[in-house]
């Protein structure tokens, strides 16, 4: 009994894994199968009012919005964040070599200094005349996977989770370090004058299919969330506000020039945390596909039945309510776009990421210009889709490149390109 109980959620983890797979064989990757479809239209109420001014779309239109994207897709947190609580745990100006500042915090979500917390890694410019711009992201696998510095503790969260799901063998060790080094060009971020703040995002809501049993879920208490509250996106995007409640008071960092960015699902988490907290100045969706950046009435590439079956922890519940039936979903994704207007957002796309369904990201943006240009800017710089490497750089900007689901040097050169224009030179 004890060994079953033991296996039961890796045998489960293996079952979604298997239906996953066998749906994607069947999955639509034709321009010419995807269905005709009309979108909610973003300039309009829930009840068909047309919002015709920048007033009604901040004080009507973007509170009932949100709202709806609450309740049907992400999930509303169950409870406040907590008055922020934390330790400096690192102080070292001559990081890598001389070549940054490197700051290790620990924020504590209660009272209790073993209860839920997440550990924040931050790297600035050595040298800045003011207080510095900061890229924000959650990583996958624990501050140490990012960069080969040894300073970085390997990550105990991660030991944690794992054991949790009865993989031992899975424990986060020094061989991880700098794994993912690729992906977060620590040197290239400083030099070009940003500081980098990173979190593992298990250690605020480990990533399986748990019962909301661990992580931040501790503090609401045993019950499972209601049918409109979090999933996992909602908690790391919660997760990402606390973070935010810190750099906000750190005078090393500017609070006004903090960009958000996030790869796949917490590219989709990125863009909900920068429609909840209008505190993020820029958003970046990297990669982020069906429950992100791309429009879910496409139906191409990953779908909504399919996400809710292979991750049911990530959304609320009453997403599930959509799977067999899209059109019904009161909101589609390019109104979350809207929601991050009039700030700037910068969606990024794979040419052979196509179960991200690079057109459907792309035509999020478009569909979401409308609003920005009623909010006094730009919004996207052309309505055709750009060839690979073209970056647009206009207050809804968007680039797709050539590769795989990931994050290269080139995303992170067209980000700071797209930073230093919205945000001025560092
Ligand atoms: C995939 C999932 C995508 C994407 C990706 C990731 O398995 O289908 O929606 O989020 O995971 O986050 O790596």
New binding site residues.
């Given amino acids: 009994m004890n060994m079953i109980a033991k296996i039961l959620p890796l045998i489960l983890v293996c079952l979604a894994t298997l239906t ?1 797979d066998a749906q994607e064989r069947k999955v639509n990757y034709e321009e010419a199968k995807v269905p005709d479809y009309r979108l909610p239209p973003i300039l309009e109420m829930p009840d068909g009012t047309a919002i015709t001014d920048a007033n009604a779309w901040t004080t009507k239109g973007r509170p009932a919005t949100l709202e709806q994207f609450r309740t049907h897709v992400y999930g509303r947190a169950p409870m406040a964040r907590p008055s922020l609580r934390f330790k400096v745990q690192d102080h070292e100006d001559q990081a890598l070599q001389g070549k940054a500042r490197r700051r290790q915090v620990r924020l504590y979500f209660s009272d209790d200094d073993q209860g839920p917390q997440v550990n924040l890694l931050i790297y600035l410019p050595v040298k800045a005349a003011r207080p510095s711009p900061v890229f924000l992201g959650l990583n ?1 696998q624990g501050n140490h996977t990012i960069h080969a510095d040894p300073h970085i503790p390997v990550t105990q969260s991660w030991v944690r989770n794992n054991k949790d799901v009865g993989a031992e063998n899975h424990q986060a060790s020094a061989e991880g370090r700098g794994r993912v080094a690729n992906r977060w060009p620590v040197e290239k971020i400083t030099a070009a004058g940003y500081g980098l703040a990173t979190a593992y995002y298990g250690d605020i809501d480990p990533d399986f299919n748990d019962g909301f049993r661990n992580g931040v879920h501790t503090l609401a208490g045993e019950k499972a969330p209601a049918a409109d509250e979090w999933g996992s996106i909602a908690t790391w995007a919660w997760g990402l506000s606390y973070i935010m409640d810190y750099l906000q008071q750190d005078a090393e960092i500017d609070p006004k020039r903090i960009i958000l960015m996030g ?6 988490t990125s863009l909900w945390a920068g429609a909840e907290d209008e505190r993020f100045s820029i958003v970046i969706s990297n ?6 950046a791309a429009l879910h009435r496409r139906e191409f590439g ?1 779908t909504v039945k ?2 809710n079956n ?2 049911p922890h990530w959304f609320c519940d009453n997403f599930t309510d959509y799977s067999e039936r899209v059109d019904a979903c009161p909101v589609d994704q390019h109104q979350l776009i809207g929601l991050i207007a009039p700030r700037p957002v910068y969606v990024a796309s794979a040419a052979d990421d196509r ?2 369904d690079p057109r459907g990201e792309f035509l999020s943006c478009v569909h979401a210009s409308p609003l920005y240009e009623l909010l006094g800017t730009d919004g996207i710089a052309q309505q055709e889709m750009p060839g690979i490497e073209s970056p647009i750089f206009s207050t809804v900007g968007y680039h797709i490149r050539s590769g795989k ?1 990931d994050v290269t040097h080139y995303d992170w050169e067209q980000w700071i390109k797209f930073a230093d224009k919205h945000l001025g030179s560092p």
């Fill in positions: 996953a996958f790869h796949s699902r917490l590219g989709k990669n982020s596909g069906c429950g992100g990953e399919i996400i292979a991750f179960w991200a689901h």
